[in-house]
């Protein structure tokens, strides 16, 4: 079963404008992580911003913020003011906790954001 | 300070031979991952070391991969008698430890291609 959900293979937006990138996760484990990676065409993954599932407050990290609706199991990404280098492929994870101890990540498929000038 | 690295950045290799895959990770991190990355199966976990011992290694596609740490610090994925469908990025990654809430760091990555 798919467990991490991103329904938008490539999305535009015009630049300055804000931007939501959508993310939907299943588990039955009550302890978990959500996270957001940006991979550019250069290709490393870079850390972009971390909600956990017992916090109280949506994760912001400066233009990026996290709508975390846990009754719908959706974390999706906001992305303010977009820039021309915000042109990547974004993914989103989940880190399952209790029963993984290890604490493998699950991706989704990834959402390719191009930024318009 | 240094992120986790990762060498060759790139390697051809004929179909049979065997490959080797370096990570090394952000020092002081205990956790450390390997992940597979090709167009058709998107992002895929492989093994994970928790120290110098794998504790899951459920997402080794068959028994020609193999990884071992050493001194709780680097890494090596070997591959062998490649094949053709083993052409991907291997992305390694780093974490302080391993629970939930710990964020992985990852490398650039090994593109592997099978020729």
């Known amino acids: 079963a798919q467990k991490i959900t991103q329904t938008q293979p490539g999305m535009f937006v015009q630049e300055k404008e804000a931007v939501t990138l959508d993310c939907t996760y299943d588990t039955s484990d009550p302890s978990y992580g959500l996270f957001w990676y940006k991979q550019p065409s250069s290709g490393e993954m870079i850390f972009l911003i971390y909600q956990g599932s017992y916090d109280q407050q949506n994760a912001t990290e400066g233009r990026y913020s996290l709508n975390f609706q846990k009754a719908r199991k959706s974390a999706n990404l906001v992305i303010s003011a977009s820039q021309l280098g915000d042109s990547a492929m974004y993914f989103c994870a989940m880190r399952e906790g209790r029963y993984n101890q290890g604490g493998k990540l699950i991706f989704g498929q990834g959402t390719e954001l191009s930024v318009k000038p | 300070g240094a992120g986790v690295s990762q060498s060759p950045s790139n390697k051809v290799t004929e179909k049979g031979k065997d490959v080797e895959l370096r990570c090394d990770p952000i020092?002081?991190?205990?956790?450390l991952y390997w992940y597979r990355q090709s167009l058709g199966q998107g992002l895929e976990f492989l093994i994970y070391f928790q120290g110098n011992s794998a504790p899951d290694k459920s997402g080794l596609p068959s028994d020609r991969f193999s990884a071992e740490r050493t001194g709780g610090s680097v890494s090596t994925l070997t591959i062998q008698r490649t094949q053709q469908e083993d052409s991907a990025v291997y992305l390694c990654?780093?974490?302080?430890?391993?629970?939930?809430?710990?964020?992985?760091?990852f490398g650039p990555g090994t593109r592997l291609l099978v020729l």
């Open positions: 990654a780093s974490s302080l430890a391993s629970q939930a809430k710990e964020t992985q760091y």
């Open positions: 020092s002081g991190h205990t956790a």
